[in-house]
């Protein structure tokens, strides 16, 4: 059975045509039947309901043309290709409900065609897809915010190792050929800090470091807690004498004793930085890099940094 004779009204008789009318009158979603000049020849029950279409609908049979009238779904060039091309189309559009609140609906025009494939009108379909539409959009919230959840550090919401991968490995992609700076920062003194007071307390005051190190940074620069009592920074499009300034900058912010806490509560920093090109170092190679520097400055006795350059 092709489509003339199952979709027109004008190959089949008069008391199928009655029937298919009933079955589309039937339909929970609104159906319009244009002919193939675009006068409106039937429109269905949940149609002439839609508060968006009716004085449209009013307008149409009264004989206004479609290209004269603002119809969702539906307009004069829409219909011509449709008429054209003979084959379907499907739009979808943000529509108000009937409670005033945002709706998504998809729209399909279907050619229909006579007994020798011309194509002589256009069926529209209206389908409600708003609870897919926002199904889909609290799933993706929700990957969002699994996503964000796997890049961040639970005690003091930084970015976690992971991240600082990531951001290393598209630097590595960037043809920019930009100088970076690869911070690797070591706690010096926290373990008797965490023995004393507790684990809680050492929580707190891994939670304040961060804090403290946030303030000593630029907004762009990034910050991470990659375990432990060990943090990094990535600075990007930074000289050497930047990147010695930080480094010397965030070892001050850590001179001060954490005045709420009885001895021990003095920290330290051991700083390794690594400086390298976008583009031209490998993110494995820049991570043991800062991380050999930070050793060295450590065994120098602490509280201070080591450049390294690749």
Not at 111 to 132: E, M
Not at 218 to 237: M, N, Q
């Amino acid at each position: 059975m092709n489509q003339a004779d199952t979709l027109s009204f004008h190959t089949v008789s008069l008391s199928s045509a009655a029937r298919l009318q009933q079955l589309f009158m039937a339909l929970p979603y609104p159906v319009l039947l244009f002919d193939g000049c675009g006068q409106l020849e039937f429109a269905n029950h949940a149609a002439q309901c839609c508060p968006d279409a009716q004085p449209v609908l009013q307008q149409l049979a009264a004989g206004v043309p479609l290209a004269s009238v603002m119809l969702p779904g539906l307009d004069a060039d829409s219909f011509a290709r449709v008429l054209a091309t003979a084959a379907p189309q499907s739009t979808e559009l943000s529509l108000p409900q009937a409670d005033g609140k945002p709706g998504h609906y998809q729209f399909t025009l279907t050619p229909l065609c006579d007994a020798s494939g011309k194509v002589d009108g256009v069926l529209q379909t209206r389908h409600d897809v708003t609870r897919q539409r926002q199904e889909a959009q609290r799933l993706q919230l929700l990957q969002g915010h699994l996503l964000e959840m796997a890049h961040r550090d639970a005690l003091t919401n930084l970015a976690n190792r992971r991240y600082l991968e990531l951001k290393l490995e598209r630097l590595a992609a960037d043809s920019a050929a930009s100088l970076c700076a690869l911070l690797f920062i070591d706690l010096d003194r926290f373990k008797p800090i965490n023995d004393v007071h507790g684990h809680d307390t050492g929580d707190a005051v891994l939670s304040a470091v961060a804090a403290r190190l946030k303030q000593a940074l630029r907004g762009t620069d990034l910050l991470a807690r990659i375990g432990g009592d060990e943090f990094a920074i990535l600075l990007e499009g930074v000289t050497e004498s930047g990147a010695r300034a930080v480094a010397g900058k965030i070892i001050q912010a850590l001179e001060q004793p954490f005045a709420e806490l009885s001895p021990p509560n003095r920290l330290g920093l051991s700083v390794g930085v690594c400086l390298f090109k976008s583009g031209a170092a490998m993110p494995a190679e820049v991570l043991v890099e800062a991380d050999q520097a930070m050793y060295r400055a450590k065994r120098r006795g602490g509280g201070q940094f080591e450049l390294q350059q690749l």
